[in-house]
Protein backbone atom coordinates (compact mmCIF):
# COMPACT_ATOMS: atom_id res chain seq x y z
CA UNK A 1 0.00 0.00 0.00
CA UNK A 2 2.90 2.19 0.81
CA UNK A 3 3.94 2.46 -2.67
CA UNK A 4 0.32 3.02 -4.00
CA UNK A 5 -0.42 7.11 -5.22
CA UNK A 6 -1.74 9.08 -2.67
CA UNK A 7 -5.39 9.93 -2.99
CA UNK A 8 -5.89 13.72 -5.04
CA UNK A 9 -9.43 14.20 -5.01
CA UNK A 10 -10.83 16.44 -1.95
CA UNK A 11 -13.97 14.43 -1.51
CA UNK A 12 -11.99 11.24 -0.40
CA UNK A 13 -11.91 12.38 3.29
CA UNK A 14 -10.41 9.04 4.37
CA UNK A 15 -8.29 6.44 1.86
CA UNK A 16 -5.85 3.75 3.17
CA UNK A 17 -3.09 5.84 4.18
CA UNK A 18 -3.39 5.25 8.08
CA UNK A 19 -5.10 1.88 7.75
CA UNK A 20 -8.34 2.51 9.27
CA UNK A 21 -11.38 0.36 9.19
CA UNK A 22 -13.26 1.78 5.53
CA UNK A 23 -13.19 4.51 3.11
CA UNK A 24 -15.38 7.86 3.54
CA UNK A 25 -15.99 10.11 0.29
CA UNK A 26 -17.99 13.36 0.94
CA UNK A 27 -21.00 13.86 -1.69
CA UNK A 28 -22.07 16.91 -0.08
CA UNK A 29 -21.61 18.98 2.75
CA UNK A 30 -24.06 17.31 5.03
CA UNK A 31 -23.37 13.56 3.59
CA UNK A 32 -20.38 11.27 3.13
CA UNK A 33 -20.31 7.44 1.94
CA UNK A 34 -18.75 4.81 4.05
CA UNK A 35 -17.36 2.08 2.04
CA UNK A 36 -15.56 -1.35 3.39
CA UNK A 37 -15.80 -4.63 2.43
CA UNK A 38 -14.66 -8.18 3.87
CA UNK A 39 -14.81 -11.48 4.49
CA UNK A 40 -14.26 -14.66 5.89
CA UNK A 41 -13.73 -18.61 6.22
CA UNK A 42 -16.56 -20.35 8.41
CA UNK A 43 -15.16 -20.50 12.28
CA UNK A 44 -18.24 -22.63 13.22
CA UNK A 45 -19.81 -25.60 11.03
CA UNK A 46 -23.75 -24.18 11.23
CA UNK A 47 -24.12 -22.07 8.44
CA UNK A 48 -26.42 -19.47 9.65
CA UNK A 49 -24.05 -18.64 12.61
CA UNK A 50 -21.43 -18.65 10.35
CA UNK A 51 -23.53 -15.78 8.63
CA UNK A 52 -24.14 -14.02 11.46
CA UNK A 53 -20.57 -13.61 12.41
CA UNK A 54 -19.15 -12.52 8.82
CA UNK A 55 -22.47 -10.10 8.62
CA UNK A 56 -21.37 -8.87 12.18
CA UNK A 57 -17.95 -8.40 11.38
CA UNK A 58 -18.22 -6.44 7.48
CA UNK A 59 -20.54 -4.42 9.57
CA UNK A 60 -18.47 -3.45 11.92
CA UNK A 61 -16.48 -1.27 9.73
CA UNK A 62 -19.05 1.13 9.42
CA UNK A 63 -19.71 1.35 12.97
CA UNK A 64 -16.12 1.96 13.63
CA UNK A 65 -16.14 5.21 11.33
CA UNK A 66 -19.11 5.97 13.37
CA UNK A 67 -21.28 6.01 10.24
CA UNK A 68 -24.77 4.18 9.76
CA UNK A 69 -24.48 0.85 7.70
CA UNK A 70 -27.46 1.31 4.68
CA UNK A 71 -26.74 -1.40 1.61
CA UNK A 72 -25.02 -4.79 1.79
CA UNK A 73 -23.73 -6.81 -1.07
CA UNK A 74 -22.75 -10.66 -0.54
CA UNK A 75 -19.51 -11.39 -1.28
CA UNK A 76 -19.12 -15.29 -1.73
CA UNK A 77 -16.76 -17.93 -2.32
CA UNK A 78 -18.90 -21.58 -2.64
CA UNK A 79 -17.72 -25.19 -3.87
CA UNK A 80 -21.28 -26.12 -5.45
CA UNK A 81 -20.03 -29.75 -6.31
CA UNK A 82 -19.24 -30.45 -2.41
CA UNK A 83 -21.68 -28.50 -0.43
CA UNK A 84 -25.74 -28.71 -0.44
CA UNK A 85 -27.10 -25.28 -2.10
CA UNK A 86 -29.15 -24.79 1.52
CA UNK A 87 -25.88 -24.99 3.01
CA UNK A 88 -25.13 -21.56 1.12
CA UNK A 89 -28.98 -20.52 1.83
CA UNK A 90 -28.35 -20.74 5.65
CA UNK A 91 -25.21 -18.77 5.54
CA UNK A 92 -26.98 -15.88 3.59
CA UNK A 93 -29.90 -15.97 6.10
CA UNK A 94 -27.85 -15.54 8.73
CA UNK A 95 -26.11 -12.95 7.58
CA UNK A 96 -29.59 -10.98 6.34
CA UNK A 97 -30.75 -11.41 10.16
CA UNK A 98 -27.68 -9.07 11.00
CA UNK A 99 -28.21 -6.59 8.25
CA UNK A 100 -32.13 -5.97 8.93
CA UNK A 101 -30.52 -5.91 12.63
CA UNK A 102 -28.26 -3.01 11.32
CA UNK A 103 -30.84 -1.04 10.00
CA UNK A 104 -29.70 -1.78 5.97
CA UNK A 105 -30.53 -3.86 3.28
CA UNK A 106 -29.18 -6.87 1.28
CA UNK A 107 -28.97 -5.24 -2.21
CA UNK A 108 -27.64 -8.17 -3.88
CA UNK A 109 -23.75 -9.47 -4.55
CA UNK A 110 -21.41 -12.02 -5.75
CA UNK A 111 -21.12 -15.60 -5.83
CA UNK A 112 -17.55 -17.60 -7.33
CA UNK A 113 -16.77 -21.28 -6.85
CA UNK A 114 -14.03 -21.47 -4.51
CA UNK A 115 -12.58 -24.58 -2.73
CA UNK A 116 -13.90 -23.87 0.59
CA UNK A 117 -16.63 -21.61 2.01
CA UNK A 118 -15.88 -17.95 2.16
CA UNK A 119 -18.58 -15.21 2.85
CA UNK A 120 -18.63 -11.45 3.72
CA UNK A 121 -20.49 -8.70 2.40
CA UNK A 122 -19.26 -5.09 0.98
CA UNK A 123 -20.95 -2.31 3.02
CA UNK A 124 -21.93 1.22 2.14
CA UNK A 125 -22.86 3.76 5.03
CA UNK A 126 -22.99 7.13 5.50
CA UNK A 127 -21.94 9.40 8.13
CA UNK A 128 -21.39 13.70 8.18
CA UNK A 129 -18.34 14.45 6.33
CA UNK A 130 -17.39 16.30 9.74
CA UNK A 131 -18.69 14.21 12.32
CA UNK A 132 -16.99 10.85 11.34
CA UNK A 133 -14.14 9.01 13.50
CA UNK A 134 -10.70 7.28 12.99
CA UNK A 135 -8.37 5.52 13.63
CA UNK A 136 -5.61 8.36 14.39
CA UNK A 137 -6.15 10.96 16.57
CA UNK A 138 -5.36 10.32 20.32
CA UNK A 139 -4.19 12.61 22.63
CA UNK A 140 -1.93 12.11 25.28
CA UNK A 141 -3.80 11.68 28.63
CA UNK A 142 -7.11 10.26 26.98
CA UNK A 143 -8.44 7.02 28.26
CA UNK A 144 -8.49 3.85 26.51
CA UNK A 145 -11.85 1.86 26.34
CA UNK A 146 -12.73 -1.43 24.74
CA UNK A 147 -16.21 -2.84 24.43
CA UNK A 148 -15.81 -6.74 24.00
CA UNK A 149 -13.15 -9.26 25.53
CA UNK A 150 -10.22 -11.13 23.24
CA UNK A 151 -9.79 -14.69 22.29
CA UNK A 152 -12.20 -15.68 19.81
CA UNK A 153 -9.11 -16.87 17.59
CA UNK A 154 -7.94 -19.21 19.97
CA UNK A 155 -11.12 -20.32 21.03
CA UNK A 156 -12.51 -21.68 17.83
CA UNK A 157 -9.28 -23.23 17.01
CA UNK A 158 -9.15 -25.19 20.42
CA UNK A 159 -12.38 -26.40 19.47
CA UNK A 160 -11.88 -28.39 16.75
CA UNK A 161 -9.79 -30.43 19.66
CA UNK A 162 -12.75 -30.48 21.66
CA UNK A 163 -11.20 -28.44 24.70
CA UNK A 164 -13.66 -25.85 24.83
CA UNK A 165 -16.29 -26.14 26.93
CA UNK A 166 -19.83 -25.87 25.49
CA UNK A 167 -20.85 -22.48 27.57
CA UNK A 168 -17.39 -20.81 26.69
CA UNK A 169 -17.84 -21.42 22.86
CA UNK A 170 -21.61 -20.31 23.10
CA UNK A 171 -20.12 -16.89 25.13
CA UNK A 172 -17.85 -16.28 22.14
CA UNK A 173 -20.50 -17.15 19.44
CA UNK A 174 -22.41 -14.49 21.22
CA UNK A 175 -20.49 -12.01 22.01
CA UNK A 176 -19.21 -11.89 17.87
CA UNK A 177 -22.62 -11.72 16.45
CA UNK A 178 -23.61 -8.76 18.64
CA UNK A 179 -23.27 -5.96 16.50
CA UNK A 180 -21.25 -2.94 17.56
CA UNK A 181 -24.54 -1.13 16.67
CA UNK A 182 -25.17 -0.30 20.51
CA UNK A 183 -21.67 0.56 21.49
CA UNK A 184 -21.55 3.18 18.30
CA UNK A 185 -24.57 5.03 19.56
CA UNK A 186 -23.34 5.50 22.96
CA UNK A 187 -20.41 6.68 21.57
CA UNK A 188 -21.92 9.40 19.46
CA UNK A 189 -22.76 11.08 22.53
CA UNK A 190 -19.02 11.85 23.60
CA UNK A 191 -15.94 13.20 22.04
CA UNK A 192 -14.28 10.24 20.39
CA UNK A 193 -10.56 10.85 19.41
CA UNK A 194 -9.56 8.17 17.60
CA UNK A 195 -11.36 4.29 17.17
CA UNK A 196 -10.95 1.01 15.66
CA UNK A 197 -12.57 -2.27 15.71
CA UNK A 198 -10.55 -4.69 16.40
CA UNK A 199 -9.91 -8.12 14.11
CA UNK A 200 -7.36 -9.61 12.55
CA UNK A 201 -4.01 -8.22 13.53
CA UNK A 202 -5.31 -8.62 17.29
CA UNK A 203 -5.27 -6.10 20.35
CA UNK A 204 -2.13 -5.53 19.83
CA UNK A 205 -1.69 -5.15 16.27
CA UNK A 206 -5.11 -2.56 15.37
CA UNK A 207 -3.58 -0.70 18.92
CA UNK A 208 -0.43 0.10 17.42
CA UNK A 209 -1.86 1.19 14.23
CA UNK A 210 -3.85 3.85 16.53
CA UNK A 211 -0.38 4.66 18.17
CA UNK A 212 1.50 5.19 14.79
CA UNK A 213 -1.29 7.16 13.39
CA UNK A 214 -1.60 9.31 16.22
CA UNK A 215 1.91 9.87 16.56
CA UNK A 216 1.73 9.02 20.54
CA UNK A 217 2.59 5.72 22.84
CA UNK A 218 -0.82 3.55 23.56
CA UNK A 219 -0.45 1.93 27.50
CA UNK A 220 -2.51 -1.14 27.82
CA UNK A 221 -3.34 -2.53 31.21
CA UNK A 222 -2.50 -5.89 30.54
CA UNK A 223 -5.29 -6.94 34.09
CA UNK A 224 -8.07 -4.79 32.54
CA UNK A 225 -8.40 -6.43 29.16
CA UNK A 226 -11.34 -8.61 29.01
CA UNK A 227 -10.76 -11.79 28.00
CA UNK A 228 -12.98 -14.57 26.82
CA UNK A 229 -13.56 -17.61 29.18
CA UNK A 230 -11.41 -20.24 28.84
CA UNK A 231 -8.92 -17.94 26.24
CA UNK A 232 -6.09 -17.68 28.55
CA UNK A 233 -6.50 -21.05 29.67
CA UNK A 234 -6.37 -22.34 25.91
CA UNK A 235 -3.08 -20.78 25.50
CA UNK A 236 -1.35 -21.83 28.46
CA UNK A 237 -2.29 -25.67 27.43
CA UNK A 238 -0.20 -24.81 24.25
CA UNK A 239 -3.25 -23.74 21.99
CA UNK A 240 -1.79 -21.10 18.92
CA UNK A 241 -3.97 -19.94 15.87
CA UNK A 242 -2.14 -19.84 12.18
CA UNK A 243 -1.74 -16.07 12.52
CA UNK A 244 -0.24 -15.52 15.91
CA UNK A 245 3.27 -15.47 14.77
CA UNK A 246 3.00 -13.47 11.92
CA UNK A 247 0.79 -10.98 14.08
CA UNK A 248 3.46 -11.13 16.60
CA UNK A 249 6.26 -10.25 13.97
CA UNK A 250 4.00 -7.06 13.10
CA UNK A 251 4.52 -5.44 15.91
CA UNK A 252 7.65 -6.61 17.78
CA UNK A 253 9.78 -3.31 16.94
CA UNK A 254 7.12 -1.28 18.34
CA UNK A 255 5.78 -3.46 21.44
CA UNK A 256 7.42 -3.75 25.19
CA UNK A 257 6.23 -5.69 27.89
CA UNK A 258 6.81 -3.95 31.22
CA UNK A 259 4.69 -6.60 33.20
CA UNK A 260 6.47 -9.85 33.46
CA UNK A 261 4.04 -12.48 31.62
CA UNK A 262 4.41 -16.00 30.60
CA UNK A 263 4.99 -16.32 26.93
CA UNK A 264 1.52 -18.47 26.66
CA UNK A 265 -0.36 -15.35 28.17
CA UNK A 266 1.40 -12.76 25.89
CA UNK A 267 -0.24 -14.28 23.01
CA UNK A 268 -3.56 -13.57 23.94
CA UNK A 269 -2.95 -10.00 22.91
CA UNK A 270 -2.29 -11.36 19.38
CA UNK A 271 -5.25 -13.02 18.73
CA UNK A 272 -6.81 -12.73 16.19
CA UNK A 273 -10.16 -11.65 16.68
CA UNK A 274 -13.49 -11.48 14.12
CA UNK A 275 -16.15 -9.38 14.33
CA UNK A 276 -14.44 -7.66 18.07
CA UNK A 277 -14.99 -5.02 19.74
CA UNK A 278 -14.38 -1.26 19.75
CA UNK A 279 -11.27 0.42 20.92
CA UNK A 280 -11.52 4.29 21.51
CA UNK A 281 -9.50 6.66 22.58
CA UNK A 282 -11.30 9.55 24.47
CA UNK A 283 -10.69 12.50 27.20
CA UNK A 284 -10.18 11.70 30.69
CA UNK A 285 -12.62 13.75 31.76
CA UNK A 286 -15.55 11.65 29.80
CA UNK A 287 -14.56 8.07 30.22
CA UNK A 288 -15.79 7.00 33.27
CA UNK A 289 -19.03 8.47 31.84
CA UNK A 290 -18.75 7.09 28.59
CA UNK A 291 -18.07 3.55 30.86
CA UNK A 292 -21.10 4.08 32.31
CA UNK A 293 -23.23 4.80 29.72
CA UNK A 294 -22.14 1.49 27.82
CA UNK A 295 -22.99 -0.89 30.70
CA UNK A 296 -26.21 0.69 30.95
CA UNK A 297 -27.01 0.55 27.11
CA UNK A 298 -26.04 -3.37 27.11
CA UNK A 299 -22.43 -2.96 26.43
CA UNK A 300 -21.86 -5.24 29.53
CA UNK A 301 -18.02 -6.05 29.31
CA UNK A 302 -16.51 -2.97 28.04
CA UNK A 303 -13.66 -1.76 30.06
CA UNK A 304 -11.14 0.71 30.32
CA UNK A 305 -7.70 -1.09 29.69
CA UNK A 306 -5.20 1.80 29.54
CA UNK A 307 -4.24 5.45 28.52
CA UNK A 308 -3.07 7.27 26.15
CA UNK A 309 0.86 8.64 26.77
CA UNK A 310 3.39 10.81 25.03
CA UNK A 311 7.07 9.83 25.22
CA UNK A 312 10.77 10.39 23.44
CA UNK A 313 9.42 8.07 21.25
CA UNK A 314 6.43 7.53 20.28
CA UNK A 315 4.39 5.32 17.76
CA UNK A 316 4.88 2.65 20.38
CA UNK A 317 2.34 0.40 22.24
CA UNK A 318 3.15 -1.09 26.07
CA UNK A 319 1.80 -3.37 28.03
CA UNK A 320 1.81 -2.98 32.04
Same mark, same amino acid.
Given at each position: ?35 T ?11 Y ?25 N ?21 L ?18 E ?32 K ?10 N ?7 ? /??? @???? !????? #?K?A? *??M? $? ?13 L ?11 G ?11 M ?10 G ?10 A ?34 ? /??? @???? !?A??? #????? *???? $? ?14
Amino acid at each position: MAKLPKKNDPNLLVGFETSDDAGIYRLNDEMALVTTADFITPPVDDPYLFGQIAAANSISDIYAMGGKPVTCLNLVGFPADKLDPEILHGIVEGALSKITESGAVLAGGHTTDDEEPKFGLSVTGIVHPEKYWRNVGAEPGDVLILTKPIGSGVIFNANLKSWVSDQ /ALD @ECIQ !TITTL #NKGAA *AVMA $GFDIHAVTDITGFGLGGHALEMAEGSGVTLEIRTDHVPMMSEALEMYERGMRTGVNAANRALIEDSVHFEKSLPGWHEEIFVDPQTSGGLLMSVPA /AQS @ESLL !TALHN #NGVAE *AQIV $GEVKFFVEPNHLIFV
